[in-house]
């Protein structure tokens, strides 16, 4: 047996299929909406840690750049399975949160719980600067694109009546912007095998077939299991009496992120700066810049209601703060776990700002 399917490897490949199993059984057998909700975001934990193994492996080959790029394509899928459905029953405002839900919860909470982590373990850490003032550069083109419309949009705006069409101008030059992006980030660093991984890179080297087929798998099967536990998520939580916008921008979308939170995370604890600023920021990236202007653009053929990118001033507020705030902090390229605290205190305030509301209906 190579040395590579490590027993961590293979307890976690278990654990995954086991639960995803599981959760699919009770689905099919109309067991409580609660037991499938719980056993469906362990089966996302049990996937996101099998996208961690693949990850750390092709970052050894690879470099931070281009696992970024390709982890968080895989890490992003079960928002887009999630968008597609949401759209074809008609759910704009849950498609909505659930984007804007995606990129707070990475560039605040994946990235400040990442930072926090590895601050305490490792105090002052440091990762490429000149990366992460790029990546920060598009995440602000972004999210200005993003609120442009809401405000030109406005009662008395130049487009006001003419949402659709402002919505469909700014992504296809969204889709631009990010595919002129991604040469530019894979070539950002090389390979991060350090002295210590070169001692075992031979016997422990995942084959890359391996690697892709891995993380290939764990994201479309949490892409499935996103579906369930959504589905599962409203029978479970209305006697919690949470509001849908804090269901669509906490709960669904920290379940849709749970790739980047272990992932993420790990990696920042590993030490490995460069690598975890990448992934996080990256998916953020691929949210706003791909992943919205692919749903509004699919929900002109696939049914159901128009997607556009009008949203609340308070989300559009929520994102400009979010995103300066996390650009002044990664800028320097270094982290300590106070910059770390003060990105999740940000999540924080911003999920309790939409606790209240209408309620989830039994």
């Known amino acids: 047996m190579p040395r590579y399917f490590e027993t961590r490897t293979r307890i976690i490949a278990t654990a995954a299929i086991s639960a995803t199993v599981a959760a699919l059984l009770l689905r099919t057998f109309g067991v409580s909406p609660v037991a499938v909700f719980?056993?469906?975001?362990?089966?996302l934990a049990c996937l996101a840690a099998m996208v961690g193994e693949g990850t750390d492996q092709l970052s050894r080959r690879f470099g931070p750049g281009a696992t970024g790029v390709l982890?968080?394509?895989l890490g992003n899928l079960p928002e887009f399975f999630i968008g597609i459905f949401a759209l074809r029953a008609g759910l704009l405002d849950v498609v909505r949160s659930a984007l804007i839900g995606s990129i707070l919860a990475n560039t605040l909470l994946v990235l400040g719980?990442?930072?926090?982590?590895?601050?305490?373990?490792?105090?002052?850490?440091?990762?490429?600067?000149?990366q992460t003032r790029t990546m920060s550069t598009l995440l602000l083109l972004a999210v200005a694109a993003l609120a442009i419309p809401t405000i030109a949009s406005a009662p008395g705006g130049?487009?006001?009546?003419?949402?659709?069409?402002?919505?469909?101008?700014v992504s296809i030059v969204l889709l631009i912007v990010f595919a002129a992006s991604i040469p530019f980030s894979i070539r950002q660093g090389g390979p991060v095998v350090g002295a210590e991984d070169r001692l075992v890179a031979v016997d422990n080297l995942w084959p890359i077939g391996m690697s892709l087929g891995a993380l290939a798998a764990a994201g479309i099967g949490a892409a499935f299991v996103s579906d369930w536990?959504?589905?599962?998520?409203?029978?479970a939580m209305a006697t919690l009496g949470m509001s849908q916008s804090f269901a669509g921008l906490v709960v669904v979308a920290i379940a849709g992120n749970a790739v980047e939170n272990f992932v993420g995370i790990r990696a920042m604890l590993?030490?490995?700066g460069d690598l975890a600023v990448s992934l996080i920021l990256n998916s953020s990236l691929q949210v706003a810049l791909a992943l919205t202007p692919i749903l509004v653009l699919a929900?002109?053929?696939?049914?159901?209601?128009?997607?556009?990118?009008?949203?609340?001033?308070?989300?559009?507020a929520a994102l400009a703060l979010a995103t300066l705030l996390a650009a002044f902090v990664v800028v320097d390229g270094e982290s300590t776990w106070l910059e770390g605290l003060a990105l999740v205190g940000l999540y924080v305030i911003v999920a309790a700002s939409v606790w209240w509301g209408a309620p989830i209906p039994a």
């Open 113 to 130: 719980l990442a930072f926090l982590a590895g601050g305490l373990r490792h105090g002052v850490q440091k990762f490429g600067g000149d």
């Open 229 to 235: 536990f959504v589905e599962a998520l409203q029978p």
């Open 38 to 43: 719980v056993v469906s975001g362990l089966a």
């Open 71 to 73: 982890q968080s394509a």
């Open 158 to 169: 130049p487009d006001n009546g003419h949402e659709a069409e402002i919505s469909i101008v």
């Open 299 to 316: 929900s002109l053929v696939v049914g159901g209601a128009t997607l556009t990118l009008v949203v609340s001033p308070l989300l559009v």
């Open 270 to 272: 590993a030490d490995k």
